[in-house]
């Protein structure tokens, strides 16, 4: 089971932390991936990380601004986000499974949390 939390109302240009703390199992040898959806919008692909945290991928949308990182201790993984922009609101969803970048090709879904950027 995956638990998002963090979400929440922040200004154009603030900052949050997104946290998906796993429970039940052990996701460690999972890549963990951010996933976001905006109402009326297909679900896309934000950031991912492989099992040690070594290597990590963004969507082009928010290269730069966001950071993915896991703690496979914690069996936590978080989404620092920072320069948000209005189009970066949608709800946020934690994901586990193979790394590549569709949904479908992760099997465990985090219930989601949402994000509102004002401007």
Do not use: H
């Not at 946290?19 to 109402?39: D, I, K, L």
């Not at 896309?44 to 949308?61: E, H, K, L, P, R």
């Not at 189009?87 to 586990?96: L, P």
Request: glycine content about 10%; overall charge positive.
């Amino acid at each position: 089971q995956l638990q998002a939390s963090g979400g929440g109302l922040v200004q154009a240009g603030g900052s949050l932390r997104l946290s998906c703390a796993a429970s039940g199992r052990t996701f460690s040898a999972y890549v963990m991936a951010w996933f976001r959806q905006a109402p009326g919008k297909e679900r896309d692909f934000v950031a991912a990380v492989n099992w040690s945290g070594s290597s990590t991928s963004y969507a082009d949308s928010v290269k730069g601004r966001f950071t993915i990182s896991r703690d496979n201790a914690k069996n936590t993984v978080y989404l620092q986000m920072n320069s948000l922009k209005p189009e970066d609101m949608a709800v946020y969803y934690c994901a586990a499974g193979s790394g590549r970048r569709s949904p479908i090709e992760y099997n465990y879904w985090g219930q989601g949390t949402q994000v509102t950027v004002s401007s």
